[in-house]
């Protein structure tokens, strides 16, 4: 390839500048002397020639390939329907037509799922793979998804190339899908109170209308039909603290794309306002201070304690205007606000005829309808004041002998409390005997039901659990958990062992006995079973493309499990055992690729008319799959047509060798110079002899 190249000899504005005299020059000798002048003419410019140093160039070059690049969608909303079989067909149709024209290099890029919640990042995959290739060496860009795309560029020039841009878009127009989206949901909630979702409906091809379900924690609340394309409300009451997960799912369409969108899931941590707690101390003693400085150590908790320091039965003579005491509001506490409380503690109180009977149903009731009593007991409980012979009876989990143990015990973490959360891992329970401090009191009572996961002397019943109807109730044979704080002989974890027993009567999550948890790391989950069973069954996984594996649990520590599932799908998990519900999420909760799969070619279209290219289906209707040609186009009129897509070759090469012939140096240069010079010498001459 031989060109015209200029080395100047001098800055190149003194060229320009010497170049415009010498035109000056000549300009005005013509007008002064005439034709003649135009010799010296010629050797000004013959000059001013030698001084830009021309050369001829001559390039050995050779041509290289163009490249074509085939961006292949492989992200999650390629693998719905029929779009992974359309891919591979064009991908392989692609592939040996490129390869079978001349000068031209397929490069391949495949784009799978963006990192976290990215959903399918095309062009930076694109800009990735072409990264070492310089832009005018491309010829064209063709690229095979269903138009579900995330990072469109806005402009032509943002591409970094000037190729034109085809897409060919798998699915078809006829696709059917329904998918749940949330419009606004949030994220906490006060225990008690209800919060409002809104969500909505989107489908292709559907029926106008469907019928939803609502769910919490794995338990319909409602099912109701709506319009689609029209937010909605739902209203969900949260029912306790933590998290609260709730499920809307949308029926789904006969045949349509994916059940993976169907359904939407939203944790609503609860948040209890305060904890309302009343203690209510039978007598002034040592162990009323731990309780209160326990419970007064919470910033959640508001507590409501009284004492009763002077009873019925006590007389003295003292006026009662002389005393500076209160009555014990027993109406407005046992009857008007007796819900409102989240846990009632008795503290060596005995039926002291303060309390009416009907108050002690009332108190039955609140634990039948979810309430929650504590009995701390005191030697008063083997007495004939005892609340077990009050029509507190029913709630309470054991019945006094009459017998009061007072000798030096270790307290004792029994089997069943090794697997409960109240109890299991208590600071010291490690070691046999455990290491803490001695009780000196033990109220012998017969346990008939409940759980009992302390023992004291004698393996007698120590701290004892129960369910009872929608409540909980705690009996605690002692009174003397107080020695623990003191730091008698040690001490003990009164603190953990208080705060847990007061929790778990408040139906704290973290301290239930049957529970199923996951978490994921990465594309890992990890799968926990709380239980106080010994071989709970395996936990059935449902993955979001509907897939479902039985996982089998092995035992970490006593009345706890666990399992490991590994590669695991992006999106929503739902796990199930015993009755027991849990999701977790792989990825976002709700994938961005998953939120809208409808295959369309509106997003990529902008992009692709900007460079010269186009957007198509490569199936219409019921048809198979139609891969256009792809021929080389030499002009910009038109880069597309019914059938073919084109490609705009860039006649790159590579430069092998260089030569490089100077044209104004060297003797030619001076016989030019010389010759011009001399001319103009002899005309002058000439004409002055003729005058």
């Known amino acids: 390839m031989l060109t015209l190249s200029f080395s100047p000899l001098v800055p190149e504005p003194v ?76 991908r392989a149709e692609l592939d040996r037509r490129l390869s079978a024209m001349q000068n031209v290099s397929p490069r391949f890029i495949t784009v799978e799922d963006g990192a976290g919640d990215d959903g399918t990042l095309l062009f930076q995959a694109l800009a990735n793979g072409l990264a070492d290739v310089p832009p005018d060496r491309i010829a064209g860009v063709i690229v095979v998804t269903d138009g579900v795309v995330h990072d469109v560029p806005e402009t032509a020039g943002q591409l970094g190339f000037r190729a034109p841009l085809h897409a060919l878009v798998t699915g078809r127009e006829s696709e059917s899908d329904r998918q749940i989206k949330l419009v606004r949901a949030p994220r906490f909630g006060i225990v008690g109170k209800e919060q409002t979702i809104e969500a909505m409906v989107e489908e292709r091809n559907g029926t106008g209308a469907a019928t939803v379900t609502v769910r919490r924690d794995g338990e319909v609340l409602a099912r109701r039909s709506v319009l689609t394309g029209r937010p909605f409300d739902v209203p969900v009451r949260i029912d306790r603290g933590g998290a609260n997960v709730v499920e809307i799912e949308v029926e789904p369409l006969d045949e349509e794309l994916t059940r993976a969108n169907n359904r939407a899931v939203v944790e609503i941590e609860g948040i209890r306002e305060n904890l309302r707690v009343l203690l209510v101390s039978g007598e002034p003693h040592a162990g009323e201070r731990a309780w209160r400085n326990l419970l007064k150590s919470d910033a959640n908790v508001d507590l409501v304690h009284f004492t009763i320091l002077r009873p019925p039965h006590k007389q003295d003579g003292t006026p009662i205007d002389e005393l500076s005491l209160i009555a014990f509001p027993t109406r407005e506490l046992f009857q008007e606000k007796i819900d409102e409380f989240d846990l009632i503690i008795f503290d060596r109180y005995a039926n002291q005829s303060i309390l009416p009977s009907i108050y002690f149903d009332n108190i039955v009731r609140y634990v039948e309808e979810g309430g929650a009593v504590l009995f701390a007991a005191g030697p008063e409980f083997a007495s004939v004041a005892s609340l077990a012979r009050t029509r507190l009876s029913p709630i309470i989990p054991g019945r006094p002998t009459g017998e009061i143990l007072e000798e030096p015990y270790k307290a004792r973490i029994t089997a069943v409390g090794g697997r409960h959360p109240v ?120 993955a979001p493309s509907g897939e479902q594996v039985r996982v089998p649990l092995e035992e970490r520590e006593p009345g706890l499990f666990e399992a490991r599932v590994t590669r695991a799908e992006l999106g929503l998990h739902e796990l199930r055992a015993d009755g027991l519900v849990a999701f977790v999420s792989v990825g976002p909760a709700n994938p961005r690729e998953m939120r809208d799969v409808f295959s369309t070619t509106e997003r990529l279209a902008p992009i692709a008319e900007a460079t010269g290219g186009s957007v198509r289906r490569v199936a219409e209707g019921a048809s198979s799959v139609d891969v256009p040609r792809v021929q080389t186009v030499r002009s910009d009129t038109r880069m597309s047509g019914a059938d073919w897509i084109g490609i705009r070759p860039s006649e790159s090469a590579i430069v092998r060798g260089v030569s490089v012939t100077p044209l104004a140096l060297g003797f030619l240069g001076l016989a030019l110079l010389l010759g011009a010079a001399l001319a103009g010498w002899l005309a002058e001459g000439a004409r002055k002899r003729g005058a």
């Open 15 to 90: 060229l320009w500048g010497l170049a415009a005299l010498a035109a000056l020059f000549a300009l005005l000798a013509l007008v002064a002397r005439g034709a003649p002048a135009a010799l010296r003419a010629l050797a000004l410019a013959v000059l001013v020639l030698a001084l830009a140093n021309p050369a001829l160039v001559e390039e050995e070059r050779e041509p290289v390939d163009d490249v074509v690049a085939v961006v292949i969608d492989r992200s999650g909303s390629q693998a719905l329907g029929e779009r992974a079989a359309m891919t591979e067909t064009v």
């Open 423 to 542: 109890t299991r891992g208590l600071e010291g329970s490690d070691v046999s005997p455990p290491a803490w401090g001695e009780w000196l009191r033990l109220l012998d009572a017969d346990v008939r039901t409940g759980a009992t996961v302390m023992s004291g002397a004698d393996d007698k019943p120590l701290l004892v659990l129960e369910r009872f109807e929608e409540g909980r109730v705690a009996l605690l044979l002692s009174d003397h958990a107080w020695l623990w704080a003191r730091g008698f002989r040690e001490g003990g974890p009164y603190l953990d062992l208080l705060r847990r027993t007061a929790h778990w009567l408040m139906k704290e999550p973290a301290l239930e006995e049957e529970a199923l948890r996951a978490e994921a790391n990465g594309r890992s989950i990890t799968v926990t079973r709380q239980s106080m069973g010994e071989r709970p069954g395996p936990v059935t996984l449902t």
